[in-house]
T-cell receptor
Framework: GENVEQHPSTLSVQEGDSAVIKCTYS??????FPWYKQELGKRPQLIIDIRSNVGEKKDQRIAVTLNKTAKHFSLHITETQPEDSAVYFC???????????FGAGTTVTVRA | DSGVTQTPKHLITATGQRVTLRCSPR?????VYWYQQSLDQGLQFLIQ???????AKGNILERFSAQQFPDLHSELNLSSLELGDSALYFCASSRQENSPLHFGNGTRLTVT
């Protein structure tokens, strides 16, 4: 089945700086890659997603890039703000089934 | 509010007992997913249903079972509970397979 690895596990950035989280996946036929943000004690919420026919997608301060050849995708947050502090999860959806496999998560702390 | 309803919010029970967790998906969503999140851990995929049919299975224990009913709500049954089953159990739904997942607020299960 699909295996998703996520790095780093923790990330501390100064407010206003950028944050980058990277994920790799194992199933070359995976075609759907969402990112979720989970604040403490709350449910995961979708922040951005990308499909395999697109290399990059941007939504305001958030962008995701996908490299199908290398089987990795990344989340970029620019101009970080304290409210960006949360756990971020990447995920990938396999080809033969549609289960969404999640990475282990990255705890992002934005220092004021 | 994601539109996904999970009940109960909290559940405290003893080892060896059996519990049922309930999930009502967003209106119009046909697919339901169950995930387990232990303390400070990632999201472990348990099982997925689409329009009443089991579509994908993760590392779900034999003590756990689930089903999706004709009205599309789903139940996750956990039996012979052990201390290690204590976790946050999330249900998520999506319009179709391989489309964005919307998570409920979770059921926090504590086994004592």
């Amino acid at each position: 089945g699909e295996n998703v690895e996520q790095h780093p596990s923790t990330l501390s950035v100064q407010e206003g700086d950028s944050a980058v989280i990277k994920c790799t996946y194992s199933d070359s036929a995976s075609n759907y890659f969402p990112w979720y943000k989970q604040e403490l004690g709350k449910r995961p919420q979708l922040i951005i997603d990308i499909r395999s026919n697109v290399g990059e997608k941007k939504d305001q301060r958030i962008a995701v890039t996908l490299n199908k050849t290398a089987k990795h995708f990344s989340l970029h947050i620019t101009e970080t703000q304290p409210e960006d502090s949360a756990v971020y999860f990447c995920a990938a959806s396999g080809s033969n089934d549609y289960k969404l496999s999640f990475g282990a998560g990255t705890t992002v702390t934005v220092r004021a | 509010d994601s539109g996904v309803t999970q009940t109960p919010k909290h559940l405290i029970t003893a080892t060896g007992q059996r519990v049922t967790l309930r999930c009502s998906p967003r209106s119009g969503d046909l697919s339901v997913y169950w995930y387990q999140q232990s303390l400070d851990q990632g999201l472990q995929f348990l099982i997925q249903y689409y329009n009443g049919e089991e579509r994908a299975k993760g590392n779900i224990l034999e003590r756990f079972s689930a089903q999706q009913f004709p009205d599309l709500h789903s139940e996750l049954n956990l039996s012979s509970l052990e201390l290690g089953d204590s976790a946050l159990y999330f249900c998520a739904s999506s319009r179709q397979e391989n489309s964005p997942l919307h998570f409920g607020n979770g059921t926090r299960l504590t086994v004592t």
